[in-house]
């Protein structure tokens, strides 16, 4: 899978760049989903994976964005994508903490049922969303069997969640995209 050019270089200009705040973090994933429906290069998700380590610092991992339609593959979301590449990058299967450091995915909306359980699976501490599930169904997406359930599942897991973070921000990428965008 091959990612935009655009994209492995706004990854690299963030390479030595510390994220204090939830809404640093969220900002990139935002950015991503608005890059990814300008530069018409996917749909209007998109994700950054960081590592926090025990002293507090966080640093970028992974970025990921929608590659549905140009890929031909209705499974690469920007959450996938994301955490495909984390793990890749790191040499492992699993994002699980350790003590030296935790793992937080950050996507631009909240997750469709498939990237909830990539989410789980993928041993992320912590999932922040900006846009919700409403706000992307609001466009014309389906995003499956997604219920309360489903988040509290991910916390009975350990995995903490964060919604609702850069909402307007999120929101108004997937409205700019439901103008003129593919709904798959």
């Excluded at 979301?77 to 984390?86: C, K, L, P």
């Excluded at 040499?91 to 909240?110: F, G, P, V």
Aim: with cysteine.
């Amino acid at each position: 899978m091959v990612l935009p050019d655009w994209l492995v270089a706004y990854e690299s200009s963030l390479k030595d760049k510390e994220f204090p705040t939830d809404e640093d973090m969220m900002k990139v994933a935002v950015e991503v989903s608005a890059r990814n429906v300008e530069m018409k290069t996917g749909g209007p998700f998109g994700t950054a994976i960081f590592q926090r380590s025990k002293d507090g610092r966080t640093k970028l991992i992974s970025l990921g964005c929608n590659r549905v339609v140009p890929c031909n593959n209705s499974t690469l979301h920007g959450e996938t994508v994301a955490i495909m590449f984390a793990e890749q990058k790191l040499q492992t299967y699993s994002l699980h903490a350790t003590e030296d450091a935790e793992y937080i995915l950050c996507t631009s909306c909240e997750p469709c049922c498939m990237c909830l359980g990539s989410t789980l699976w993928s041993g992320v501490s912590e999932l922040m969303c900006s846009a919700t599930k409403d706000d992307a169904e609001a466009i014309g997406f389906n995003e499956g069997p997604v219920f309360p359930e489903s988040y509290k599942a991910l916390e009975e897991a350990g995995i903490k969640v964060k919604k609702r973070v850069l909402h307007k921000e999120g929101a108004a990428v997937l409205k700019r995209y439901g103008d003129t965008g593919v709904i798959y």
